[in-house]
Nanobody, 121 residues
Framework: QVQLVESGGGLVQPGGSLKLSCAASGSIFSINAMGWYRQAPGKQRELVAI???????NYADSLKGRFTISRDNAKNTVNLQMNSLKPEDTAVYYCYADVQSQSRSASGVYWGQGTQVTVSS
């Protein structure tokens, strides 16, 4: 089995910064794409940023220049540095990983439990 655990969420004032972290653990052989989605109240889950296994990166257009994704393949971790935060960034942020497990039956997409980010004055 594979687990994704997020950390770093919290309350921050507009214009502030937060860094989210996600660690994958379990029977992992490799991770292909790994990154972040978010879901605000009443809205659909949306892509924030994804780092592929080959090093490519996809950002939501509205977040380019404010959010930065980084990944450590050796540690099976991914981070999201969030700067210049706005109230509309308030959401539950979910870690995402497409995992190739040491066990064939455990391979597939995994989601973290989510971490709340609230941007408010």
């Amino acid at each position: 089995q594979v687990q994704l655990v997020e950390s770093g969420g919290g309350l921050v004032q507009p214009g502030g910064s937060l860094k989210l972290s996600c660690a994958a653990s379990g029977s992992i052989f490799s991770i292909n794409a790994m990154g972040w989605y978010r879901q605000a109240p009443g809205k659909q889950r949306e892509l924030v940023a994804i780092r592929t296994g080959g090093g490519g990166t996809n950002y939501a257009d509205s977040l380019k220049g404010r959010f930065t994704i980084s990944r450590d393949n050796a540690k099976n971790t991914v981070n999201l540095q969030m700067n210049s935060l706005k109230p509309e960034d308030t959401a539950v942020y979910y870690c995402y990983a497409d995992v190739q497990s040491q066990s064939r039956s455990a391979s597939g997409v995994y989601w973290g439990q989510g971490t709340q980010v609230t941007v408010s004055s």
